[in-house]
Nanobody
Framework: QVQLVESGGGLVQAGGSLRLSCAASGRTFGMYDMGWFRQAPGKEREFVAVISRSGGRTWYRDSVKGRFTISRDDAENTVYLQMNSLKPEDTAVYYC?????????????????WGQGTQVIVSS
């Protein structure tokens, strides 16, 4: 069992930055690929970024490439999402998730554990 707790969301002006954190419980954090997803009001949950359990590979949705960076610190059982040059269309609830059975998946269906989410609002 893995419990995930996100933090770092908030209100920021367009062009600003935020750093989201996701703290995981348990001693098996290194056995999971970690992903970030987001869900805007009235929209489906969508993939944002994923980092492999080794930390050596990352994938991003096209609209955040060059602006967002996912990283992990296995010693701290934490995954991060650094978000720069934020745009109003980045406004959403951001969720972190852990996948044990699937590798570098972009599909929310492949993730086993989810956090409760943290709200990000980008004002224009």
């Amino acid at each position: 069992q893995v419990q995930l707790v996100e933090s770092g969301g908030g209100l920021v002006q367009a062009g600003g930055s935020l750093r989201l954190s996701c703290a995981a419980s348990g001693r098996t954090f290194g056995m999971y690929d970690m992903g970030w997803f987001r869900q805007a009001p009235g929209k489906e949950r969508e993939f944002v970024a994923v980092i492999s359990r080794s930390g050596g590979r990352t994938w991003y949705r096209d609209s955040v490439k060059g602006r967002f960076t996912i990283s992990r610190d296995d010693a701290e059982n934490t995954v991060y999402l650094q978000m720069n040059s934020l745009k109003p269309e980045d406004t959403a609830v951001y969720y972190c998730a852990a996948a044990g059975r699937h590798y570098e998946s972009l599909s929310s269906h492949d993730y086993d554990y989810w956090g409760q989410g943290t709200q990000v609002i980008v004002s224009s």
